[in-house]
Structure formats: structure tokens, C-alpha cells
Antibody, heavy 127, light 110 residues
Framework: QVQLQESGPGLVKPSQTLSLTCTVS??????????WSWIRQPAGKGLEWIGR???????NYNPSLKSRVTISVDTSKNQFSLKLSSVTAADTAVYYC???????????????????WGQGTLVTVSS | QSVLTQPPSASGTPGQRVPISCSGS????????VNWYQQLPGTAPKLLIY???QRPSGVPDRFSGSKSGTSASLAISGLQSEDEADYYC???????????FGTGTKVTVL
């Protein structure tokens, strides 16, 4: 059973960089047709996709956050990480890491979905 | 920020059928598959439906999904008290080159 666990500081000062790590257990981060994402959710609000990384190192980011986001992967540690720079109070949220499975069907073509999620970690931006 | 539009709330009595709509555009739902996630209070989202209408192992068959054009729908048949949760649709957006989520629908069991 694959498990994901977020870790990192729960409090970050404004203008500083938020750094989180997701540790994957129960399977190799490099195996299978997967990629790895960060998703966040402000209190009482909806889900916002932050970005993804393949174990090859290829990344895609949400255009609204692209200038401030870096996602990296360390296959030797079975981990991937998020860095979000110049944070403000608007970045206060629960941050989730998730695995996306990429599959193919002759009728629908390529499709993907988040099949495993971490429990989430609350990051508060405050001085 | 959400690109996909859902009704903010839906409700029903135990045993009723509750539909939830998800409206998008040609760059997301119109050209890619739709997934649905259930988020119980205080927990991480859980995959409920993938590829428009497929249920992962362990998801009851009273949850069903469909897609037509640039809209999708989730239906909960035989509503149960444990179905009280927030439900989100999601899809890949070719224009944004990223995942987009719906605004979320809170389901209440009366």
C-alpha cells in the first residue's frame, strides 16, 4: 500500500520561502506510469493544483504560481519537494502531496487521476 | 481560481438520488477525462470516479459518473449519512497545461 507523508515547517514568515517534502513509502517513486504533484487548500476553500514532477525531472506548474514555485525529486530518498518563494498570507493553506497515475484507453486516450494523497500539512504564513 | 464550476451545495434525504454537475470548457472537460474526489471533513480528498465513469476498487456502485461535451455529472444513488462530504470534479486543462479542480459541492444528508 503506497503512502505519502508531507513534512516541513508549519509556520513561515511573509516574504520567506515555504519548503515541504513528501516521502513516499510502500513503493518506489520511480516505478510505474506515475507523476507526483502538490495541491493546496486554503481553509474553507477549494483545491488548487500547484504543479507536478516526473521522476525524469520534467515539471509543469500552475501558471498563477509558476514564478514562485520549484518542485524537485530525489529518487534515492523516495521523496519529492516543494519550494514556494515570497510567500504572503494568501499562501496559508493545507498542502497535500499526491501521486497521479497516467493510463491509456483506446476509447478515451491518455488519462490521469490522483490515486494516493498524503494526509496534508497546514502551513501558516505569519510574522 | 477554479476553472470548473459546481453548485456550492446539494442535499437529499437518505435513500434519495443526488446529482452534482460540473461545467467546464473545450480545453478541459471537452477534451479530457473527468475525475471526482470525495473529501470527508478534516481529511484528504479520496478518488471516487476516474476517467469519467470508472470506480476504483472499494467505491460503492451507488456512485456513478458521466460526461457530455463540456460538462460532467456525479450521481449519488441511495444517499447515506456517511456521504456527507465535499465533492470535487477535476480534469486536465490543455490551455493551462495543468490540472484544474471544480469549485466543490457540499452534500448534506437531511
Amino acid at each position: 500500500q503506497v503512502q505519502l507523508q508531507e513534512s516541513g515547517p508549519g509556520l513561515v514568515k511573509p516574504s520567506q520561502t515555504l519548503s515541504l517534502t513528501c516521502t513516499v513509502s510502500g513503493g518506489s517513486i520511480s516505478s510505474g506510469s506515475y507523476y507526483w504533484s502538490w495541491i493546496r487548500q486554503p481553509a474553507g476553500k477549494g483545491l488548487e493544483w500547484i504543479g507536478r514532477i516526473y521522476t525524469s525531472g520534467s515539471t509543469n506548474y500552475n501558471p498563477s504560481l509558476k514564478s514562485r514555485v520549484t518542485i524537485s525529486v530525489d529518487t534515492s530518498k523516495n521523496q519529492f519537494s516543494l519550494k514556494l518563494s515570497s510567500v504572503t498570507a494568501a499562501d496559508t493553506a493545507v498542502y497535500y502531496c499526491a501521486r497521479a497515475r497516467r493510463s491509456y484507453d483506446i476509447l478515451t486516450g491518455y488519462y490521469n487521476y490522483f490515486d494516493y494523497w498524503g494526509q496534508g500539512t497546514l502551513v501558516t504564513v505569519s510574522s | 481560481q477554479s476553472v470548473l464550476t459546481q453548485p456550492p451545495s446539494a442535499s437529499g434525504t437518505p435513500g434519495q438520488r443526488v446529482p452534482i454537475s460540473c461545467s467546464g470548457s473545450s480545453s478541459n472537460i471537452g477534451s479530457n477525462t473527468v475525475n471526482w474526489y470525495q473529501q470527508l471533513p478534516g481529511t484528504a480528498p479520496k478518488l471516487l470516479i476516474y476517467s469519467n465513469n470508472q470506480r476504483p476498487s472499494g467505491v460503492p456502485d451507488r456512485f456513478s459518473g458521466s460526461k457530455s461535451g463540456t460538462s460532467a455529472s456525479l450521481a449519488i444513488s441511495g444517499l447515506q449519512s456517511e456521504d456527507e462530504a465535499d465533492y470535487y470534479c477535476a480534469a486536465w486543462d490543455d490551455s493551462l497545461n495543468g490540472h484544474v479542480f471544480g469549485t466543490g459541492t457540499k452534500v448534506t444528508v437531511l
